[in-house]
Each structure stands twice: as structure tokens, then as C-alpha cells.
């Protein structure tokens, strides 16, 4: 047996108390995979006196994260704390400094500072493992550095944040508006702190951030993909598309498009009859697209104590069994800094709106789609009310571009009640 791997848990909330129970019920199985025992010799917390279910008398305590990271029996500091800033950043800028491998689920801080915490650990010679931050219990991190590294990917697409979904879907089964399953949610634990993290599309564009980094040898860039959180989706919106043939999710989106990068994340529609279209709850998917292995669907639980272990107890098994790799799939100083692209590449969308209900408004809205080359695929009217027509068109591929000039021709033609609903159609 090799010298033990002994690890520092800063962080005993779901994923860190998920840790401490697997380290524990798995320590044979652990110990015949990796050839090392495995074991946790001091924790940290905010306090230390909450019960947690679970003994942590066998492991010294920590206050501060940054003493835990650096101490001399820490072989591996897991982060599992959460905040871009703060002690998370502190303690694993520390842990580095130290000569210490770290895996974190923190997605947050790796959106962010993704670059300088690579460039640093490169520097150091140690590992950065951060499977568990982005869909949870699914490897996708893994997948992407390692099993598709023969490939030049092409694109990537994923339902990323489970919360979203199990609000869109159950918005759907149960027929409920947006504000119903959003308190639902919450009353149920499923959302972060802060809920705008999850609603607002922020926690998921974290998470395509890092794998658009690794897909396409980019510098991690956050504030480059195009942002739109599910606030607005109105139980309308989904029962239309859905009479349409379609489901809608957030959905995040990246790809090359020549020498920019386009990342999106986004409400969108996928066929209702597709993989993506038919993910429940709490689930994600994502798919990822190479040149030579084609198309890869992966799905699985996103969050959650035993997932969310799972994932970070993977890293440490490769830290246990000396596997390194570059924490971006390859070295951090060869990452591009890539333009920025918005969508340019043509799709078809999903136009609601709602018209006066007068001869003639229909016509003039299929004529100003006409003039700016933009061709309908589908159209449905529904029953009027007393003043308006709901109405939902399906335009074949176009550009957004083109879009946006006929929408705009369509706001000065007086019979828009309202601003019309806009959704790219992505095929999954
Ligand atoms: N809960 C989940 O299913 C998933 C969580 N993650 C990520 O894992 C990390 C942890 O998430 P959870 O376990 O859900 O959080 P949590 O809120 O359940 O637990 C956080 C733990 O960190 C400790 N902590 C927070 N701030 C601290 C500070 N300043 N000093 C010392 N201790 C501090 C808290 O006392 C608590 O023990 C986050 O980065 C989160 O984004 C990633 C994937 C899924
Ligand atoms: N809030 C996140 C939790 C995991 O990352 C989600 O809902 O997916
Ligand atoms: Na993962």
C-alpha cells in the first residue's frame, strides 16, 4: 500500500457531509481502486457545533479554511463552501501556494477566476479537480479532458441547472404560472441562497463557461455568453410551444462560429419528442459534438449529496492514483482569449404574439417577415378574445439578425399589442 491520501473538507453543508459519508462507507473500495488509503483528517465550517447526522469527532477542526488548506497532514483541501470571492478563493489561492492538489464544486469561483487559479496550480505543479461543479454526478468533465480529447468539438448543448428545469416542467404537469412553482420551489429547498443564481440563468452560463473553456481551448469567459434566466416564461409560453411540438428550457449553447465564440444560455425550444425535450425535473443533459465521435448525450443528477459526491470523490481518486492533467485539458498559458460572437449561424424560431383584431393585421406581419427574407414554416391562430389574436409562427432558419429587422418593422405597423415573445429553436 502507498503512503495515505489524507484530505482537509472546508464546507459541511450537502456536498461536504455527502463527502465525509462516502469517504467513510468506501474506504475499502477506495483504497483497492486507488492503492492508497484514503482519509479525512480535519474539517471546517462555519460552526462546529450544528448537528450535521453525522460524528466529526475523529477529525481536527478547523476555524479558518485558509489554516485548514495549509496545514502539514492536508495532502488534497476540498473546497466545498461556495462564493466566487471570499474564503473559498482565499483558501484555495492558499492550498496552491502550499504545494496542496484541491478539488472544489465551485463553480462560481472557476467561471470567474477559472484562468489565474489554473495558472497558479499549473505553476505550483498541483492538481485543480472541479468535476463536481458543473452537472453535478454526471462526468462530464471527465468526458470532455479525457475521452473526447481526440476530438475537435463542435458544439456543446445542456440543460445545466436542475432547479430551472424542475420549475419549467412542473410549471407544465401542473399547470401552474411561473410565480406558483417558483415559491414551491424554494419552500422545498431546491434553490440556492440566492435564487436568482439558479432563475436567472447565472449558475447555469457558470457551468458552460468551464466546458467551453476545455471544448474549445478558450480562457474561461464568463461574461461573454449571452445571459436570459427563465423569469419570463409564462405558462402561456409553454403550452403554446408545446401545441407547437416543442418543450422550452434553459438551455446553454456553445460553439465556434469562424474565429469567434458563441455561448449562449437561454430559454429555448427543442422538439418535445427529442431527449432534451422529454428531461424531468431536476435532471440535466448535456450534449456534446465532435468532429470524430459525432454526437454524445450524457444525463444524469445535477445536484444533490450522493451525485455531487460522486463527482468530487472522482477527482480524488485520480489525485490518489497520480492521474494530472492540465485543469483546463490543456495548459492554462496555451488558452485562447476568443472574440466574442452572438448567434449568427441561422435557426428557426418561435414568434408569440398578440394582434389587433382587425382585417389585415395578419397580413401585414406576414408581409413585413417576407420583406426582411425571413420565410414562415408554421403559423396558428388561436380564438380570439374581444380585442386580440393570439397568433404563433414557426419561421424556417433564419438569422437573428434578420429576425430583429422584422421585428422591428412589425412594432411600427400598429397592430402589435404588445412586444411578440422571441425563442431560437435548437435542435438536440
Ligand atoms: N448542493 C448541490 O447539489 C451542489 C453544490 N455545488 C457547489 O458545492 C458547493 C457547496 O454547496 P452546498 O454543499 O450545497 O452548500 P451548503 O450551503 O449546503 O454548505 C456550505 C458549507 O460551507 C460552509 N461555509 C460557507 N461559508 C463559509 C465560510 N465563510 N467559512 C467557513 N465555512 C463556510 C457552511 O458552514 C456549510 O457547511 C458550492 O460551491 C455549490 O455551488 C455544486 C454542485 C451541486
Ligand atoms: N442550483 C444548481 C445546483 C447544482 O449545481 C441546480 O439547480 O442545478
Ligand atoms: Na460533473
Redesign the pocket.
Known amino acids: 500500500m502507498n503512503a495515505p491520501l489524507r484530505l482537509g473538507i472546508?464546507?459541511?453543508?450537502?456536498?461536504?457531509i455527502g463527502v465525509v459519508k462516502t469517504v467513510r462507507q468506501h474506504s475499502a473500495l477506495l483504497s483497492a481502486r486507488t492503492g492508497r488509503d484514503v482519509s479525512i483528517t480535519a474539517v471546517?465550517?462555519?460552526?462546529r457545533d450544528k448537528d450535521r447526522g453525522v460524528n466529526l469527532s475523529a477529525y481536527a477542526w478547523e476555524d479558518d479554511?485558509v489554516a485548514l488548506a495549509t496545514r502539514d497532514d492536508v495532502d488534497v483541501y476540498v473546497e466545498?463552501?461556495?462564493?466566487t470571492d471570499?474564503?473559498?478563493k482565499a483558501s484555495v489561492d492558499a492550498a496552491i501556494a502550499a504545494g496542496k492538489d484541491v478539488v472544489?464544486?465551485?463553480?462560481?469561483?472557476l467561471a470567474i477566476h477559472g484562468q489565474s487559479l489554473a495558472e497558479a496550480a499549473e505553476t505550483a505543479g498541483v492538481s485543480l479537480r472541479y468535476e463536481?461543479?458543473v452537472a453535478?454526478g454526471i462526468p462530464v468533465i471527465k468526458a470532455l479532458t479525457e475521452g473526447l480529447a481526440g476530438n475537435d468539438i463542435t458544439r456543446i448543448v445542456g440543460v445545466m441547472n436542475g432547479s430551472c428545469n424542475y420549475i419549467l416542467t412542473r410549471m407544465e404537469s401542473a399547470g401552474l404560472s411561473y410565480d406558483e412553482v417558483f415559491a414551491e420551489a424554494d419552500g422545498l429547498g431546491y434553490l440556492?441562497?440566492d435564487p436568482q443564481l439558479d432563475v436567472g440563468g447565472i449558475?447555469a452560463a457558470h457551468k458552460l463557461a468551464i466546458l467551453s473553456s476545455i471544448a474549445f481551448g478558450t480562457r474561461v469567459d464568463f461574461d461573454g455568453i449571452e445571459l436570459e434566466g427563465i423569469e419570463r416564461v409564462s405558462i402561456n409560453d409553454i403550452r403554446h410551444a408545446d401545441d407547437m411540438g416543442f418543450k422550452i428550457k434553459l438551455l446553454g449553447v456553445a460553439q465556434r462560429t469562424g474565429r469567434g465564440l458563441e455561448q449562449r444560455m437561454m430559454p429555448c425550444l427543442v422538439p418535445a419528442t427529442s431527449p432534451m425535450g422529454q428531461l424531468q425535473g431536476g435532471t440535466n443533459m448535456v450534449a456534446i459534438e465532435g468532429d470524430a465521435v459525432e454526437q454524445i448525450v450524457l444525463r444524469g443528477p445535477?445536484?444533490?449529496?450522493g451525485?455531487?459526491a460522486s463527482a468530487v470523490m472522482g477527482d480524488v481518486c485520480d489525485i490518489a492514483r497520480g492521474v494530472r492533467l492540465p485543469v483546463f485539458g490543456q495548459p492554462a498559458a496555451s488558452l485562447e482569449q476568443a472574440d466574442r460572437a452572438t448567434a449568427v449561424l441561422p435557426a428557426p424560431y418561435y414568434l408569440r404574439m398578440s394582434l389587433v383584431d382587425k382585417p389585415g393585421a395578419l397580413a401585414k406581419i406576414a408581409t413585413v417577415l417576407g420583406d426582411a427574407g425571413v420565410s414562415i414554416d408554421r403559423m396558428r391562430q388561436y380564438e380570439h378574445d374581444d380585442a386580440s389574436a393570439p397568433v404563433l409562427i414557426v419561421t424556417h432558419k433564419t438569422t437573428r439578425a434578420d429576425l430583429n429587422t422584422a421585428i422591428a418593422a412589425m412594432k411600427s405597423t400598429s397592430v402589435l399589442l404588445s412586444d411578440p415573445v422571441v425563442l431560437r429553436i435548437e435542435s438536440v
Open positions: 472546508a464546507g459541511l453543508g450537502t456536498v461536504g471546517s465550517a462555519r460552526s479554511p466545498l463552501m461556495g462564493g471570499g474564503p473559498a472544489t464544486a465551485n463553480k462560481a469561483m463536481a461543479a453535478g440556492e441562497a449558475d445535477g445536484a444533490g449529496e451525485p455531487t
